[in-house]
């Protein structure tokens, strides 16, 4: 056993309003300089939806010439040196400004100066980049008017025959983003120049800007599309988990400015050596539960003391007891990773949204507040559980259904205690909880 401490976010999408305010102050924090204008380190995006970048979910699209090893490592196809070079030179597999969508603003003395029209506002939109007139035809949240139009989302599409879509069916739900600070980075093993690595002490990944040598590699390799060039710098930049901050102490820009609260941020342990393993599980399936397994319980007598041997700090690992990433994966066991199938083992899960019961597939004659119906009425949920499990246990409905009964059951459970009644102990025994 090696263990290794990595810095671990969970994000509870119930709580995600949309409001961008994450975004917004991530934004002035990292990116708010040329040659990042159209970059958002932080996303929030919409479900359905096309997500930012466009389409970052249709891996085949992207996929290209990569590949994983027989250690779970993604290295180019074998193929010829030719074909290694035309992919390194030409890369073709990233998104265009028009996936990103291009930054605009407005000319705002046009503002005051425009006659007036019919349409407000009277500006035309600009480029924030070249400065010209420029026609807008698709940002990362125009998506919110489709309500589960399966068209535009890979991840729908796959399920869109499991899903009715009707009109009562009808849903969207917010999901924010950031680098996963993979425990296995395909960023990492992607860069030719050895710029891109792996904090040992805390897992945040980062780009050495002084090696970098603007591949883009980085760019392609990462599934999740967390990696973005600087086209002013010529250089590869992304989210750096705000390490000048959490080292002095204080959380990322994202999670102390979050108006829901939603953001948990801590410590967890890991068995770096059982990483590998864990990345090449054959069935996607497995995957989920083959993450959870390289975690570490950091009660256990026998991790603590590997955990000094690899010299891992006592107040580090008093941190990881305490941290609500183990307590939301392990103890109550409600987070979930997002796409596990892409094998780079994220470290940033997610609470499944508890949507409520559309009243006419359950026919209980309930809004769905009642969660006590809400438990026995869970595939009744308006947000159907294949999409979540296409999105968090890469198809397998039983985890996702077992979360959001664990949901269910805790929300039934202090409804009734915050409204003066007796506490229901069979519904929380029923998904092996003892309390709140
Ligand atoms: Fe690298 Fe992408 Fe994973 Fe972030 S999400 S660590 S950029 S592979
Ligand atoms: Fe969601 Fe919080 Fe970001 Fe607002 S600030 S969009 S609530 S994650």
Same mark, same amino acid.
């Given at each position: 056993m090696r263990v290794m401490a990595q810095l671990a976010m969970v994000m509870?999408?119930?709580?995600?309003?949309?409001? *961008?305010t994450c975004s917004v102050t991530c934004k002035q924090a990292?990116?708010?300089?040329? %040659?990042?204008?159209?970059?958002?380190f932080n996303n929030v995006e919409t479900r359905p939806g096309q997500g930012y970048p466009r389409?970052?979910? /249709?891996?085949e699209r992207w996929k290209g010439g990569w590949e994983l090893n027989r250690r779970g490592r993604l290295r180019?196809?074998? &193929?010829?040196r030719l074909r290694k070079l035309l992919t390194i030179f030409a890369n073709p597999l990233m998104p265009s400004i028009q996936d990103y969508y291009e930054p605009w603003t407005y000319?705002? #003395?046009?503002?005051?100066s425009a006659p007036a029209t019919q #349409?407000?506002?009277?500006a035309r939109p600009r480029s924030l980049i070249s400065g010209e007139p420029t026609k807008i035809t698709?940002?990362?949240?125009? /998506?919110?008017?489709?309500? %589960?139009? =399966?068209?535009?989302?890979p991840v729908l599409r796959k399920v869109s025959d499991q899903v009715k879509l009707e009109f009562e069916r009808a849903f969207m739900f917010y999901l924010p983003r950031i680098c996963? *600070?993979?425990?296995?980075p395909s960023c990492v093993a992607s860069c030719p120049s050895g710029a891109m690595y792996k904090r040992s002490e805390d897992g945040i990944v980062l780009v050495d800007q002084d090696r970098c $040598? &603007?591949?883009r590699m980085c760019v392609t390799g990462c599934p999740y599309k967390k990696v973005y060039f600087n086209h002013r710098t010529g250089k590869a930049e992304k989210c750096t988990m705000c390490y000048p901050r959490v080292e002095v102490g204080i959380p990322t820009v994202c999670s102390e400015t979050c108006v829901g609260r939603l953001r948990y941020l801590g410590l967890i342990l890991y068995d770096a050596d059982r990483v590998a393993e864990a990345a090449s599980v054959? #069935?996607?399936? /497995?995957l989920y539960e083959a993450q959870r397994g390289v975690m570490l319980d950091p009660h256990d007598p026998e991790v603590i003391a590997a955990a000094r041997a690899e010299g891992i700090p006592d107040d580090w690992l008093e941190a990881a007891r305490s941290s609500p990433i183990h307590k939301l994966i392990f103890?109550? &066991?409600?987070a979930l990773p997002l796409? =596990?199938?892409?094998?780079?083992? =994220?470290?940033?899960?997610y609470i499944p949204p508890l949507s409520p019961v559309v009243d006419v597939l359950? %026919?209980? %004659? *309930? #809004?769905?507040?009642d969660a006590g119906n809400l438990f026995g009425a869970?595939?009744?949920? $308006?947000?159907p559980i294949g999409y979540l499990a296409e999105l968090f246990?890469? &198809? /397998? =409905?039983a985890p996702v259904r077992g979360v959001l009964q664990r949901l269910a059951a805790m929300r039934s459970y202090m409804r009734r205690l915050n409204l003066g009644q007796k506490a229901d102990e069979s519904i929380a025994t029923a998904v092996g909880m003892t309390g709140p």
């Open positions: 509870n999408l119930d709580k995600c309003i949309g409001c *961008h990292w990116t708010n300089r040329a %040659g990042v204008e159209y970059v958002w389409t970052y979910q /249709d891996q180019l196809k074998a &193929g010829g000319d705002y #003395d046009r503002l005051f #349409d407000t506002p009277v698709w940002s990362a949240n125009w /998506d919110d008017n489709l309500a %589960g139009d =399966p068209s535009p989302d996963e *600070h993979c425990l296995n $040598r &603007g591949w054959q #069935d996607e399936k /497995d103890e109550y &066991g409600v796409h =596990p199938e892409y094998r780079t083992m =994220p470290m940033v899960w359950a %026919g209980t %004659g *309930h #809004d769905g507040e869970i595939d009744a949920l $308006r947000i246990t890469a &198809g /397998d =409905p």
